[in-house]
């Protein structure tokens, strides 16, 4: 391990994330209800399924109750077997689920309707049953309709591998018509009997461990979540952990809006007390306490910066690199060429930002910006030290790093930058109250950020502040001398007087002149008088005659062309382009 190796791993957060429990003793596991999800092709009848699943346990507990979706319910057999179905639309979820490396599901039944067999998304949904490596049941729907022809269906799926009990195969078929609610419990029944082959079970004791099916902020409740437990018993004041958010269970609920004592494996429960709200697809792991919960989602809330950090850095390494490479290519192909044609074919590849605009400026203006750099490692110091490196606009401003460091911005930064009016720049660091204040009474600038590249656009706009003013001319007249007479002028006695037209915009008494001839401007300056016949004027407009006489020019030609231009003051930027 190298020096700054070592260095880097001292600077690292203690990894505080929830260490998983190894799995239990398989003597100490309890059977478990399957966790079931309907997959079909559109309009094949998923959603009619699971409404006529859900209402018979409505009916079936007398309860009169409200069924809500809430993405899971679960179904009482009259033997007393139960089964969780999970209602959030099917392949979204699935596949959701499954990118998110949670395997939720037990068993996919796949609802096929006989009137219109195999069609394009049952193939899809074979395929996502057969990747996740989950068993497969058939229902074989609307076989309430004259024209059903369940048969045609098994004989279709044999080309998916979808070989069902009366073709040789292990895949159970049941009739069912979902809109009638025919034969509904035998397809239960199958499940049932899946599930005893697949031999599902759980450790009802220890650590509960689940995952999120859905999220939502409820009005009353606040962040909920619906949940299927895998492991452990889900208790009121249990402490959970889910992506980066943490609840304290406060309440739980069935489908029913009832609520619940407890959770076991295999069960849907509506969870309340999340801090925030958790996404679909999270795993839950139940940690001891308070202090742990908030511990996990404060590391993760870390790692997951220092993540998009060492992406950041990445993409800007990439970024240099490229841009690296096509400078020295470009350099290649000037090579064997004197400076001056080198420094033309550059201006006409348009590529100005290599070189540095000319600009003449007195040694007392010399324009600089004193930085210091404090980051959070060695690694972020010296990636912004390696893209500093690259400045190469120093004749618009230097750019003077005072000093660089790694950790939190201190009063020493402070005292350092005063002198020069520098400012400090952190990134992925601090700067503590007390230090803020004795910099805000200094007029020190601190500036913290966690993106290098906002970090650097941030660098750029305090360099381009530093530019002075480029004075743009704004034309706003433009008038052809058609004759030169002599008259007083303030006072002054023969002074030539150009007799205009002006042909666009206006001549304004008060703004500046310029004259051109032969293409060329040869004299800009003020106006001495503006008149319009006899009159002094402040204005003349297109299509008027006026008599112009101009400060210190008496060099007028008929032919000259005279253009009134105001003078704006503009912002200017700096040419260095960091490449990202
Ligand atoms: N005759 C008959 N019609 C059915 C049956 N099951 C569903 N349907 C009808 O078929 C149509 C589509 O049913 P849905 O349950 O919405 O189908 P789905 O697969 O959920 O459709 P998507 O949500 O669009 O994927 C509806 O008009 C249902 O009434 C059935 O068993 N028999």
Known sequence: ???????????????????????????????????????????????????????????????????????????????????????????????????????????????VAADDGVMEQTVESIHHAKNAKVPIILAINKCDKPEADPERVKKELLAYDVVCEDYGGDVQAVNISALKGDNLMALAEATVALAEVLELKADFAGLVKGVVIESRIDKGKGPVTTAVIQGGTL????????????????????????????????????????KEIPSAGDEILEVESEQIARNVVDWRNYAEQQEKIKQDIEVIEAKRKKHRDE?????????????????????????DVWFLRPKEREESDRNVLPIIVKGDVDGSVETLLNILDGYNAKDECELDILHFGIGDINQNDINLAEPFKGIIYGFCVNADSSTQKLAAKKGIKIKLHNIIYKLIEDLKEELSRRL???????????????????????????????????????????????????????????????KHFKDDVQVVKAGMECGLSLD????????DQIICYEEKEVKESISWDPGF
């Not at 791993?9 to 999800?37: E, G, I, S, W």
């Open 327 to 351: 400078y020295e290519k470009q350099q290649e192909m000037f090579d064997g060429l004197s400076w001056r044609m080198r420094k033309r074919a550059q201006y006409e590849a348009g590529k």
């Open 552 to 559: 210190q020019y008496t060099d007028i030609k008929i032919g």
């Open 468 to 530: 002075p003013l480029a004075v743009h001319e704004l034309e706003i007249g433009e008038a052809s001398v058609l004759a030169i007479f002599y008259g007083t002028v303030k006072k002054n006695k023969n002074v030539p007087v150009a007799g205009c037209r002006v042909q666009e915009g206006q001549l304004n008494r008060k703004m500046k002149f310029k004259v051109i001839r032969n293409g060329d401007v040869i004299w800009k300056g003020l106006s001495t008088s503006l």
């Open 235 to 274: 208790r009121k004041g249990c402490f959970l952990i889910a992506g980066k958010s943490w609840a304290k269970v406060r309440l739980m609920y069935d489908e029913n809006g009832q609520t619940m004592a407890v959770a076991t494996p295999g069960l849907p429960v509506e969870i309340m007390g999340w």
């Open 1 to 111: 391990m190298t020096y700054k190796q070592r260095e880097l791993k001292k600077k690292m957060r203690k990894n505080k994330d929830v260490v998983k429990r190894p799995p239990a003793d398989p003597a100490l596991l309890t059977p478990r209800p399957p966790v079931v999800t309907i997959l079909g092709h559109v309009d094949h009848g998923k959603t009619t399924l699971l409404d006529n699943l859900r209402k018979s346990q409505v009916a079936a507990m007398e309860a009169g109750g409200i069924t809500q979706h809430i993405g899971a319910f679960l179904v009482h057999l009259p033997s007393g077997e139960k089964i969780t179905f999970l209602d959030t639309p099917g392949h979204a979820a699935f596949t959701a689920m499954r990118a998110r490396g949670s395997r939720i599901t037990d068993i996919v039944i796949l609802v």
